[in-house]
Every structure is written in structure tokens, then in C-alpha cells.
């Protein structure tokens, strides 16, 4: 019986993971399915090899096993002289016709006499594969596509009020509508938009994980944002209104007399949407600078002299 080397079919280290074994199956079967091969024997035959190594490799039980396996078989030098009993399974016979035999889900011999029990326990585990059909042969059941994940920047401007992103996907146009109050690292479903589906099964998902890209007058904290006013000093020693800047556009806010540069007024509501609670946005943190007069002139210059003497 032929060694048949899994790994190397899936062109993957005998370390690899299973996100680099499942990655590397998905591009092989989509390669070669017969769907996109059609009367291609070849690409069947190389589309068959590449399901048989990922039921192997991507089950730890029969992986562990095959490891060990390989490394007898690599002890055992050639095939004559290599003994293939204890590694044999019983009850294989209809194995096959579990797993779609005599399609493009058939398995070889090797597969059937040393992974047979444990092939049957792993598609129990799963729920089986496979339907039984009454009117002809067991068919391959249908395998829903690979949701896929695309990166997306948006400005905080646009998390503000939401925006439509337009995407190319296979020459086709996408748009998307991002909500507003999306937060960094949020993911924004396009059901249907991913991988094809197998035999027949449904399409995955395309999920967008969102950046919000920094803004050079606004720093966010949860709904809440947070950023500075420059008053000038009159103002601040005596009192008055003065214009804030928003995400939202302006709003006026009452200095109270002597307030002292540092100080933080929150404006209620000002601040970011919130997504899972409409209509209660988040508030603006403004703190307060002074913006001293300059240049000064001589008089001004007297004045503040004798401002200061007082103070003494």
C-alpha cells in the first residue's frame, strides 16, 4: 500500500496550524473543484487528494495518528519492508459512501484501511457530511463558503454622522453602510460576500473590521470626546461666552468669572452616537487655556504693571 504524504499535498509544514492547513486547503479546493474544472479528470483527481489530507489534518486525532504513522513509516524504510497490520482498521467497506464515495469527496485506499474507524467517529462528531438520497448514490452535502475579513479606515468625522463606503469586489461595486458611532475595531457584516460555497452550499460573509483613524482636534474616550478651547484672558478674569467647536458644529459656552486654565467643562450630549442606545450620545470634555494678549502695547504693558503691583 502507498505512504501518501498530506503535508505535501497541502504544500504545508509538519508544524503548521490549523488556520495554515484550513487556508491552505480552501485555495487548493477552489483551484481545482470540479465546478470550476469541468470534465478536468486531473484537477478532480488533485481536488480529491486535498480533501482526503484536510479530513486527516484538520481532525487532532487523526492527525496525531498519522504523525506517528509517518514516523514508523519513515523507520520502516520501503514499502516491502514496512508492516502495514497494526496500523489497518476494520469495518472500512462502506466507508466511501459516508463521504460521498465515487464523487469528488472519494477517498483512497490508504485513507480507508488506516483512518476508517476514526473517519466514521470524526463525521459522527460533526453530525456527518453527507445525505443518503433515495433516488440514486449518497451525494456530498453542501458547505457553506469562508467568511472573509477586509480592513477599512474611516475618519472620526465619518463615526460621527456614519457614512457609505464603496468597495470593488470581482470588478462588481459594493456599498456599505458604516453606522454612526462605530467604534476601532468594530466588524460590519456583507452577508453573502464572501468565499463561494461547496456543492452547492451557501456564500460566506464579508466582515469589514473598522479603524477610526485619530483626529488632530478631538481625542476620543468610549462615546465621550475630549478637547481644548484657547480663551482669551479677559474672558477668563471676568467673565462671558465664548464659541466651542464640534463634531456636530458650534455651540456657546459660558466662562464663569476667574476660571483658572485647566478647567474642564462637559458639554452633555456633545459627544459621540452611541450604537446600541439611540439618542443618548456621549458628551465633549472641553478644558480651558488661556490665550494671553500679545503683542502688548506700552499702555497695556503700564497697565499690567500696575495690575501687578496690586496683587502684591
Same mark, same amino acid.
Given at each position: 500500500m502507498e505512504y501518501k504524504d498530506y503535508y505535501k499535498i497541502l504544500n504545508v509544514p509538519r508544524t503548521a496550524t490549523q488556520d495554515e492547513i484550513k487556508k491552505a486547503y480552501r485555495k487548493l479546493a477552489r483551484q481545482y473543484h470540479p465546478d470550476n474544472n469541468p470534465g478536468n479528470k486531473q484537477a478532480e483527481a488533485k481536488f480529491k487528494e486535498a480533501n482526503e489530507a484536510n479530513e486527516v489534518l484538520s481532525d487532532p486525532k487523526m492527525r496525531q495518528r498519522y504523525d506517528t504513522l509517518g514516523s514508523a513509516y519513515q523507520q520502516g524504510g520501503q514499502p516491502g519492508g514496512f508492516d502495514w497490520s497494526q496500523w489497518t482498521t476494520a469495518n472500512t467497506s462502506d466507508l466511501n459512501d459516508l463521504f460521498g464515495g465515487g464523487g469528488s469527496g472519494g477517498f483512497s485506499d490508504f485513507f480507508t484501511q488506516i483512518f476508517g474507524n476514526m473517519a466514521r467517529q470524526s463525521a459522527a462528531r460533526r453530525g456527518s457530511t453527507v445525505r443518503t438520497s433515495q433516488r440514486g448514490p449518497q451525494q456530498s452535502?453542501?458547505?457553506?463558503?469562508?467568511?472573509?475579513?477586509?480592513?477599512? +479606515?474611516?475618519?472620526?468625522? !465619518?463615526?460621527?454622522?456614519?457614512? %457609505?463606503? %464603496?468597495?470593488?469586489?470581482?470588478?462588481?461595486? /459594493?456599498?456599505?453602510?458604516?453606522?454612526?458611532? $462605530?467604534?476601532?475595531?468594530?466588524h460590519v457584516r456583507m452577508a453573502g460576500q464572501g468565499e463561494p460555497g461547496f456543492e452547492g452550499g451557501p456564500a460566506g460573509d464579508l466582515h469589514l =473590521?473598522?479603524? =477610526?483613524?485619530? !483626529?488632530?482636534?478631538?481625542?476620543?474616550?468610549? !462615546? !465621550?470626546?475630549?478637547?481644548?478651547?484657547?480663551?482669551?484672558?479677559? %474672558?477668563?478674569? /471676568?467673565?462671558?461666552?465664548?464659541?466651542?467647536? %464640534?463634531?456636530g458644529g458650534h455651540v456657546s459656552l459660558k466662562i464663569p468669572p476667574e476660571t483658572q486654565p485647566g478647567r474642564v467643562f462637559r458639554l452633555r450630549g456633545q459627544?459621540?452616537?452611541?450604537?446600541?442606545?439611540?439618542?443618548?450620545?456621549?458628551?465633549?470634555?472641553?478644558? $480651558?487655556?488661556?490665550?494671553?494678549?500679545?503683542?502688548? +502695547?506700552?499702555?497695556?504693558?503700564?497697565?499690567?504693571e500696575q495690575l501687578a503691583a496690586l496683587r502684591k
Open positions: 452535502m453542501p458547505q457553506r463558503g469562508r467568511d472573509y475579513e477586509q480592513p477599512v +479606515s474611516i475618519s472620526l468625522r !465619518d463615526a460621527y454622522q456614519g457614512t %457609505t463606503l %464603496t468597495l470593488q469586489k470581482d470588478g462588481q461595486k /459594493l456599498e456599505v453602510k458604516i453606522p454612526a458611532g $462605530v467604534k476601532t475595531g468594530a =473590521v473598522v479603524t =477610526v483613524q485619530p !483626529d488632530p482636534h478631538f481625542e476620543r474616550d468610549g !462615546d !465621550d470626546l475630549k478637547t481644548e478651547a484657547h480663551i482669551d484672558l479677559y %474672558t477668563l478674569i /471676568l467673565g462671558g461666552e465664548t464659541t466651542i467647536k %464640534t463634531l459627544g459621540m452616537p452611541t450604537l446600541r442606545e439611540p439618542g443618548q450620545p456621549g458628551d465633549l470634555l472641553v478644558k $480651558v487655556q488661556a490665550k494671553l494678549p500679545h503683542p502688548l +502695547s506700552a499702555e497695556e504693558k503700564k497697565l499690567f
